[in-house]
DNA sequence: TCTCATTGGTCTAACATCAGTCCATTGATT
DNA sequence: AATCAATGGACTGATGTTAGACCAATGAGA
């Protein structure tokens, strides 16, 4: 007979004896989200997507990219092979050959934003309050540990990238800015997770237009955000980071209304 | 000839044209921790150590579970069959049967704790700031939006549960707080992580003995995060959970020096 | 012009995992 | 004492995935 040594609050809904449901969920949840062919095609296309591989860049050799990617090499390959006939990427044999990023993606049509913000759902909810988290929670930690001055020549040099990009690289390079701030936090789980999250919104995020107006805007606020890191405010640091992430919230919410 | 349309700042030793190692480590990192099997062992275990299904408690039935865990029924019995040999589980046959959980883990000697973090190695240090960033967040995120009465009296319920708790419960009832604390912030991606990580840590915690003088240290921090989270008052609730999350940091960095 | 290190392309045999089906056992309920 | 719904146990055939070895092409550099 079960003892059931343990708490019973409100938790009449729970299949069986344990916690309330969500916590159930999250430990139980599914140990994989799809098959290896899949899950690769998915990564390649958030490192093309998120600008880690730019365009006309190279990926890794296929040696190599399966054993970071933690696949066999015949599954990687089938996934190159989908990502070359959808046109993303261009294949060279030879030395000095490799994998190659095509030109930039295609602008998305206006319209796609609403249709891929109601695709989402409440996982875009999910996703922005978990973005929120991390990023606030990372500048806090970067602004409270402090740089080297190697991590400031970077972070600097992100910014200004950013506020000189030319269009059609704002995107790319303000994925970099902010994943940069998550990076320098010296959590690898915050880095893959801030990745992780971006790469949900960020079909959202390419299809919104980029106004000279909101980049100017997103560039005051970044521009706050470094300066507070940098002095070591990590209250500053917060305070503008919630300012900036809110706005594009809003903005990406706005999709939904 | 590949374009190289980008900044290109302090980024020599990426080992391609993209960006600085640890943000393409991030998103080009292993597609899977290890196979089904493994993986689903990890989560059963957990599932054991984090209280999700008490001592004595039963699984939900092998097809639910397999469904719930996205893996074939096959591979979950061979998982279960693991836990069994290992002595953590029980199966009965028949109807009202099913996968039971075996008596209270036995106690980890002393000297194990030490063992552990140095397994853990800069593990440790990861899974602690990825601690922080989120619990932190979580808290300041439900401090700011505020609690439905179900979720104070949810709340409540597992705080008075972790101060009234028996020693050998404490730990599983400590992490019943601290995971309602982040599923509460409403975003299932961020329920996941914070189980996740707690996971990570569990085995350190369980490995510290259970002081009477912690217990009651832990019990008013614990009452400060609740009242700043009900009071709506996330910078209240922001500092309280920085200084106990600090504490238990402390004390498991401890097992390094 | 030739070399050759590096890269993609291909194949095989072994293993892992899957969906689906049917059987065996149990014990609360009738 | 008999019933029977729910549970674990066992099997099959199909598909996904892997490691490793070997071949083919390329072009910068000697």
């Known amino acids: 007979m079960p003892t059931d040594a343990g708490e019973r609050a409100s938790e009449s809904a729970s299949a ?3 916690w309330s449901d969500p916590t159930a969920d999250a430990v139980l949840r599914p140990v994989r989200a799809g098959n290896a062919f899949e899950e690769t095609v998915e990564r390649l296309m958030a490192a093309i997507k998120l600008g880690v591989v730019p365009p006309g860049g190279r990926f890794p050799a296929e040696r190599d990219l399966a054993a970071r990617l933690g696949v066999s090499r015949i599954t990687l390959r089938e996934a190159l092979r989908a990502l070359q006939q959808a046109g993303h990427v261009e294949v ?6 490799g994998t190659f990023v095509t030109g930039p993606l295609p602008a998305p049509e206006p319209g796609e934003a609403r249709r891929r913000a109601e695709d989402m759902g409440p996982a875009l909810d999910d996703a922005l309050t978990f973005r929120q988290v991390l990023e606030v929670g990372a500048v806090q930690v970067l602004a409270a540990r402090g740089l080297t001055d190697a991590q ?6 992100r910014l200004t990238a950013v506020d000189t990009a030319a269009p059609e690289d704002y995107r790319r390079l303000d994925t970099a800015f902010h994943l940069t701030l998550a990076e320098l936090a010296g959590s690898s789980s915050l880095t893959a997770a801030a990745a992780d999250v971006r790469m949900r919104l960020n079909d959202l995020l390419n299809a919104i237009p980029v106004l000279d107006r909101n980049i100017a805007h997103s560039a005051v606020q970044h521009q706050a955000i470094v ?3 940098l002095a070591g405010d990590p209250d500053a640091a917060r305070l ?6 809110e706005g594009t919230a809003a903005l990406l919410r706005g999709f939904l209304a």
């Open 227 to 229: 300066e507070a890191v």
């Open 152 to 157: 400031r020549e970077l972070l600097l040099a």
């Open 92 to 97: 060279r044999r030879g030395r000095f050959g």
């Open 16 to 18: 069986f004896e344990g």
């Open 240 to 245: 503008a980071t919630i300012e900036h992430l």
